[in-house]
């Protein structure tokens, strides 16, 4: 399994070293998924905001024993940001190693989602945000200090392009 050296990151976080290396379509077990999620609009999906932690980061989380990890992808956004996945595709798999603590891989994917009017933030979680995807980098906490968020969301906005194209076409052929 080989890794893009130039999309490992070192992040250094209470007196720990935690690495996270890209290795791209690799075929693991993955411990946590994350969702670079789009709504009918275009906008993106960030959730945070605690009052206690006010940053914003990637709808998603770990993946619970016997679940797959687009269950656990869907069960997660419901939970963080009462939000129902219409479509999903995987965008790559990352490596995560904290100082020998853990270690585990965490799966991407790109979503496209609906919002329900009824949210109640729960947990760590303070409000969902939608970005426009032109502030996400900034938005997103990691955004502008990890190489990899720029190829996740170039990935990712690649993926929506090509789903707006195909529903347009597709509501084309039933006019």
Known sequence: MGSDESLTHHWHFRGRTITFTWLGDADVAPSRVYA??????????????HRENPE??????????????EGALIRELQEEAGATVERMKPLGVQHVEDDGWLSGYHYFYWC?????D????????????????????DELFWGRTDPKAAMLLARSLEM???Y????DTRDAQRS
Do not use: Q
């Open 164 to 167: 707006r194209k195909s529903k």
């Open 112 to 116: 496209r989602v609906a919002l329900s």
């Open 118 to 137: 009824n949210y109640t933030p729960l947990h760590e979680i303070g409000r969902r945000k939608l970005v426009d995807p032109s502030d996400f980098l």
């Open 36 to 49: 670079l999620a789009f709504t009918c609009d275009g906008s993106m999906l960030l959730v945070g905001g």
């Open 56 to 69: 914003y980061w990637l709808p998603g989380g770990g993946v619970e024993e016997g679940e797959s990890a």
């Open 160 to 162: 929506e392009r090509s």
